[in-house]
């Protein structure tokens, strides 16, 4: 597998923010978000074998390992690295653009599934047959960039009865659209959906890496 780096932090975003975490990056994606934040995991990174990757988790105190990347789903041995982790007692979620097929994920894998919004230039590249399977402890998150993808977000969220089915996410886009103009649009919408901020950015530079 091509791995860009793995360290331990908390987890930034998503459901479980906060928690103790190792992250585990991949390198390469066939996308390019408008806000993305990782772009150095686009290209570069070292080729390591399940059993490297396994022993770096080792040496870390988290509990909790997320897949990230890049997209993690474009390494094909990614769902045997998860079924291992799995096997050693982790907890692990994968953060996945929703343009793969997760089938191939053990079941107990947590999924995150990134809805891209218009605003993120890639909308059209959503495979929407990755929000049919998710569970209430998976989540789908919209980056939202400006008032028009939250209404766009809203649309998919009540159209695929999202909030019923799974944890909704929505993330002002850090440094452009101010997150209490996103909460008061969510509190006037009544819309069923949890703010998600990346704490990491708060706590570190936004530009930090390695935290």
Not at 15 to 39: E, F, I, N
Not at 134 to 159: G, H, M, N, P
Request: net charge negative; with cysteine; hydrophobic share 40%.
């Amino acid at each position: 597998m091509r791995i860009t780096e793995i360290y331990a932090s908390v987890q930034g975003e998503t459901q479980y923010a906060g928690l103790p975490c190792t992250l585990v990056r991949t390198t390469g994606c066939d996308l390019r978000c408008t806000y993305c934040d990782s772009a150095f995991a686009f290209h570069g990174g070292r080729d390591m074998t399940l059993d490297e990757i396994l022993a770096e988790v080792a040496e870390l105190p988290a509990p909790l390992v997320l897949l990230t990347g890049g997209e993690p789903m474009l390494q094909k041995e990614l769902p045997a690295l998860a079924a291992r982790l799995l096997e050693r007692g982790y907890r692990v979620m994968i953060e996945t653009s929703g343009a793969h097929p997760l089938d191939a994920l053990p079941a107990e894998v947590v999924r995150i599934v990134d809805v891209k919004t218009p605003g993120s230039g890639e909308s059209h590249r959503m495979n929407w047959g990755t929000l049919e399977g998710l569970r209430q402890r998976d989540a789908v998150k919209f980056v939202l960039t400006s008032e028009a993808d939250y209404t766009w977000a809203t649309e998919v969220i009540r159209e695929r009865r999202l909030g019923e089915r799974t944890e909704v996410l929505l993330s002002p886009m850090h440094g452009r659209l101010p997150p209490d103009a996103l909460v008061s649009w969510m509190l006037r919408d009544r819309l069923p959906a949890r703010l998600n901020l990346q704490i990491h950015k708060y706590i570190w530079s936004p530009d930090a890496r390695g935290v």
